[in-house]
Structure formats: structure tokens, C-alpha cells
């Protein structure tokens, strides 16, 4: 199976900031939806943020004025700009793509994954 890799995970203390990257070799994610989900732990996996084939961008959970999601096709890689963390942001970090052309926070239907990187907020 292709492989996505996330790349960014860390300890940051509450109201601080991280940048998550998503890349692969083996895809151009340019003709892909793009989107993370987290899973804390004893808690299900949940969306976080997605952004379309067209760049449209659709934010889940409690993202939403915190995190921006982007693309730099050049680099061939999937950004999530956290700021202002929160403790309960602590979670694994996974990007998973999918072909379909829009989001859905559909996370049977993404086609392809991550390993995921680990995000811990706390002082």
C-alpha cells in the first residue's frame, strides 16, 4: 500500500504552535483530497481539517480558527498549521488521501494513510 509520511509531531506547551507536513513519494497529492484526523488516546478517530483537489478547505472538531490547512504542490506536501494548542489537541496526527474530488470526513473512504505523528500539549 502507498505510504503517506507525517513529519512534525511534538511537545509544545499550551498556546503554542506546530506546522504537521504530509508527504509521499509515491503520490503526486495534487490530484488528491487531503486530510487529517487525530485519535487521542481512548477516544476515536475524529477529522480534523481537509482540503480538496480544487484547494478547498473544510474544518472539523475544534479546528476551526486555530489550525489552516494548505498545500505547496511544489513540495509536494500537505500543511496543518496548529496555533493557540490546547491540551485537549494532544492526539496521534494522521493525513490520509483520497481520490474523491471533495471532503466528506469520510475516513472509511480515504484511500491511503500515514503512521501518524504524535502531538502533546502540555506545560
Known amino acids: 500500500q502507498v505510504q503517506l509520511v507525517e513529519s512534525g509531531g511534538g511537545l509544545v506547551q499550551p498556546g503554542g504552535s506546530l506546522r504537521l507536513s504530509c508527504t509521499t513519494s509515491?503520490?503526486?497529492?495534487?490530484?488528491?483530497?487531503v486530510a487529517w484526523f487525530r485519535q487521542a488516546p481512548g477516544k476515536e478517530r475524529e477529522g480534523v481539517s481537509c482540503?480538496?483537489?480544487?484547494?478547498?478547505?473544510t474544518y472539523y472538531a475544534d479546528s476551526k480558527g486555530r489550525f489552516t490547512i494548505s498545500r505547496d504542490n511544489a513540495e509536494n506536501t500537505v500543511y496543518l498549521q496548529m496555533n493557540d494548542l490546547k491540551p485537549e489537541d494532544t492526539a496521534v496526527y494522521y493525513c490520509?488521501?483520497?481520490?474523491?474530488?471533495?471532503?466528506?470526513?469520510?475516513?472509511?473512504?480515504?484511500?491511503?494513510w500515514g503512521k501518524g505523528t504524535l502531538v502533546t500539549v502540555s506545560s
Open positions: 482540503i480538496s483537489k480544487s484547494d478547498d478547505s
Open positions: 509515491e503520490l503526486n497529492l495534487e490530484y488528491y483530497t
Open positions: 490520509a488521501a483520497d481520490r474523491y474530488e471533495y471532503c466528506s470526513n469520510n475516513e472509511a473512504g480515504m484511500d491511503y
